[in-house]
């Protein structure tokens, strides 16, 4: 018998040994009791985060199905990691709205969101609400509904069509993710700072913002996975994702600082902007941050997923092609950029929603339990546990969208009258929920739909044969090797 083996050793190969134990173990490791990922000795759950056989947030998914939507985590024995994870509505209605004072987002999550300073981001309490206040004066600011449009269509204008003609002219293959990000972040600039920064032009030239937003996102995503002495071991040394969010978030600093020197230099003040506001140039900077954080990769994500659910359904870009058509007249520069207009389109606004229900650009919240509670679904929270809310999960439960919850289906967000359904926000999280949903929602939902109507009318977008579309490991829902594409205009528009 001893033979055999060594036989069998000697024709695989110790290299591919090796892989097969570690692969068992792994495999082991999503052996259940009662649907619940082993529990390891000193290690606890932690394996469910190794995204070894599909996605972390797949992982994860697979897990609260068959615990029916809730479940604890154990970390490691040497790190505070124990968790509650959960997709119940009534956990999330209970958490962030009759409860909420409870489950702030914590002391940690300061730390953790290092980078971004002292924003609505990281806020809790007087000082979320004072965040809030100044975010909601500017965001609703007459002057910034009238701006919106005309910035919109200058970086259409100026920066999408001449990228995308040239790509259809020649026959370049886009990432359409890198587009979006670029497009995105053009906007959020010339919003936050007054300046158009021109990343979205032909050739794609290299972006220090982008740079250090991608550093930063997945730094603050080990920031959440690992016990707090880990990384901070790595903080302290400068070495792998705590090296390079350290710099990312240098550089951005460095960036917001030069934009409001540029702007004190500059004689046309007039203009409405971020910088607008009189606050401390600590909060300004801070603020600027949060606008390139949060608007340049939740929505250029939105609509990156957009594109791919379009694209595996083309029955689904004819019908807004359609509405399109009947509805809106897109004059001699064929883009759509008013507020009015846009509104009109019913199945392209259900058709994001759907695209978001399924892939939100953040997969995950988490809060932090002040005071021993009782969940709604009777799980035991103790005092500084944290809760996650695994927004990317939810679109997938059976118990909240029935058995059809994983077709994408646009219909199933507009009434018998052609309106559409209003969803709570306990169960369609895409925009969070409860106080702290996004003051910001429906200026993304205006801008979604000006650049998915306008790209949607006027080109057709073919999707690489056999590109791998896998979400990455990051607070935000990113495709990992980006969305590759050709381009081609529709001829009968243009």
Known sequence: MATIVKDMIASIGYTELFMAIVCFLFLHCFATRKGHPWNWPLIGMTPLFFPVFCHLFDNITNVLERTKGTFFFKGPWFGKRDMIFTTHPENLSHIMSSNVSNYPKGPDTKILFEPLGETLFTADHDEWTTQRKVFHAFLNHELMHKLTPKIHQEIIENGLFPVLDCASEKGQVLDLQDLFKRFMLDVICKIATGYNRGSLRIGFPEDEILNALHDIHEGILMRHLLPARLWQIQNRLKVWKERKLQKGWEKLDLIAAKYLEMRSNDDNKEEFNAISFSLPKKLLIDDIKSLLFGGTDTVS???????????????????????????????????????????????????????????????????????????????????????????????????????????????????EKGSIISVPSNKFTAFSSGPRICPGKNMALNRLKAVAATIIHNYDINIITNHPVIPKASIILDMKYGLKATISKRSTIR
Not at 346 to 373: F, G, N, W
Not at 388 to 402: E, T
């Open 301 to 415: 994500c939105a609509l990156t997923w957009f594109f791919w659910n379009v694209h595996k359904n083309p029955r689904v870009r004819n019908k807004i092609r359609e509405e399109i058509e009947a509805n809106l007249s897109p004059g001699e520069n064929h883009m759509f950029v008013h507020n009015q207009e846009l509104n009109k389109l019913v199945y392209l606004h259900a058709t994001l929603l759907e695209s978001m229900r399924l892939y939100p650009p953040i997969p995950l919240q988490t809060r932090t339990c002040t005071k021993m509670d009782i969940l709604p679904s009777g799980h035991r929270v103790s005092s500084m546990m944290k809760v996650v809310l695994c927004f990317y999960a939810m679109g997938r439960m059976k118990s909240i969208w029935g058995e059809d919850c994983r077709e994408f289906k646009p219909e199933r967000w507009i009434s």
